[in-house]
């Protein structure tokens, strides 16, 4: 099939940086989140059709490109009637946040789950689908001071966010968790601000790491785990979609997450639109706010003009 690269995120990409597991053998092209359009089929194409919206089927495919072309085999078809950022951002983080509040503790209605990275991608799906769920989710964000620490409060309130602690609020935190217990914790930063959740979780309750945002190992204090009889655990997609690609189970997962963007439960995360031909000016702002690549097929029918008039 070949299609026409609808958006990416760009972002600090540690496939890039040679830190990722996955490792495609080079000249490789960056990029694990996107979506795209199909454009044109071969003959032998069954599953997908011209106007298809598409997603990577495992990461190291690249979508930091306008249009390529790639078997079948790699591509996931994906329901239709979803906006472009939402079809972009869709495999990784709302997934990561789905599989997480599914798969380690059975969700029960008004439990508590207890996150830091809350303004990341994931923290913010973590907090929409805790409210579809019918959880409560407590989240950690790092103090920037106090009018920026207000508006981003504000922000993830609106989401559906029930309680939100600075870093600095840590006894505010505890008390808090000592009267509304969670039994999840999502661990995103890891170093030291791992501690905060260990000391929240309730006896028997369950760590989740699935990121180190710190560049820092976990700190697990020997008392927090044993005597609170805590359990450790980990979780990269890439593992799960390997294990479960093309089965029900992932079926279901993309289903429901469809309805949830296109109801408006679930919100893309703020963005830029930008073009690829614009990378220089979203590469200044992609720390500090997702970049959405879009390539619309006009500009595809532009380049063609110009390459072919020399």
């Not at 590469?283 to 706010?289: A, G």
Request: charged share 20%; aromatic share 8%.
């Amino acid at each position: 099939a070949v299609v026409s690269t609808q958006s990416g995120y760009y972002g600090r990409d540690n496939q890039v940086e040679g830190k990722y597991p996955v490792k495609p053998p080079l000249p490789a092209v960056g990029g694990n989140e996107g979506s795209a359009v199909v454009v044109e089929v071969g003959g032998n194409v069954t599953s997908l059709s011209v106007g298809d919206t598409v997603i990577p089927y495992t990461a190291g495919l690249g979508t930091w490109r306008t249009l390529f072309a790639t078997d079948e085999a790699n591509l996931k078809k994906l329901p239709s009637g979803m906006s472009d950022a939402a079809s972009a951002m869709f495999a990784v983080n709302p997934c990561t946040a789905y599989r997480m509040l599914h798969d380690f503790v059975p969700p029960k209605p008004r439990a508590w789950v207890l996150q830091n990275g809350a303004t990341s991608a994931v923290g913010r799906a973590v907090i929409q689908l805790c409210r579809v769920l019918n959880l409560h989710s407590i989240s950690i964000i790092r103090d920037k001071g106090d009018e920026e620490n207000t508006r981003v409060k504000q922000e993830l309130h609106q989401i559906g966010g029930d309680a939100v602690f600075t870093t600095s609020e840590a006894k505010e935190l505890q008390r808090f968790c000592s009267e509304n217990t969670p039994q999840l914790a999502l661990n995103m930063i890891s170093g030291r601000e791992t501690i905060p959740l260990l000391k929240c979780l309730g006896n028997g309750g369950k760590l989740v790491t699935y990121g180190a945002m710190s560049n820092q190992p976990l700190s697990v204090p020997f008392g927090l785990q044993v005597f609170k009889d805590l359990t450790l655990h980990s979780y990269w997609m890439t593992r799960w979609t390997n294990m479960y690609a093309r089965t029900p189970l992932e079926d279901q997962m993309f289903g429901e997450l469809a309805d949830y963007f296109k109801s408006g439960v679930l919100t893309p995360v703020p963005h830029d639109r930008v073009s690829f031909y614009d990378a220089a000016a979203a590469l200044d702002k992609t720390y500090s706010r997702k970049q959405l690549f879009v390539t619309e097929l006009t500009e595809l029918t532009d380049l063609g003009s110009r390459n072919q008039n020399g």
